[in-house]
């Protein structure tokens, strides 16, 4: 059983850095994935990064790609996003999530991901 808690999100400039924060509660398996996904109202919930609790190999969507950089630190059991030169482009809901199955070949597919947070808002005004 795992529980999520995102935080951090907030209102900022276009080109300003934010980064978000994500606990994780409960026992987490070594082939987890923990990943941060993205929503805006009336559009699908849309990957954004992850990373292999094993290891600690990541990845990224290509809109993000040297803008953003995901991290986990396992003594606080928390997943960050830091994220740079936000866009207006970027500004979403932004969703924490946990794949216990560990399939690299859906490590960016929602509906592999079986723990989800309830979400923070980044907003992102030019």
């Known amino acids: 059983q795992v529980h999520l808690e995102e935080s951090g999100g907030g209102v900022v400039q276009a080109g300003d850095s934010l980064r978000l924060s994500c606990t994780v509660a409960g026992r987490t398996a070594s082939r987890y994935h923990l990943g941060w996904f993205r929503q805006t109202p009336g559009k699908e919930r849309e990957f954004v990064s992850a990373?292999?609790?094993?290891?600690?190999?990541?990845f990224y969507a290509d809109s993000v790609k040297g803008r953003f950089t995901i991290s986990f630190d396992n003594a606080k059991s928390t997943l960050y996003l830091q994220m740079n030169s936000l866009k207006d482009e970027d500004t979403a809901v932004y969703f924490c999530a946990a794949d216990p199955g560990g399939i690299l070949s859906t490590i960016g597919t929602p509906d592999s991901y079986d723990y989800w947070g309830q979400g923070t808002q980044v907003t992102v005004s030019s």
């Open positions: 990373i292999r609790w094993r290891g600690g190999h990541t």
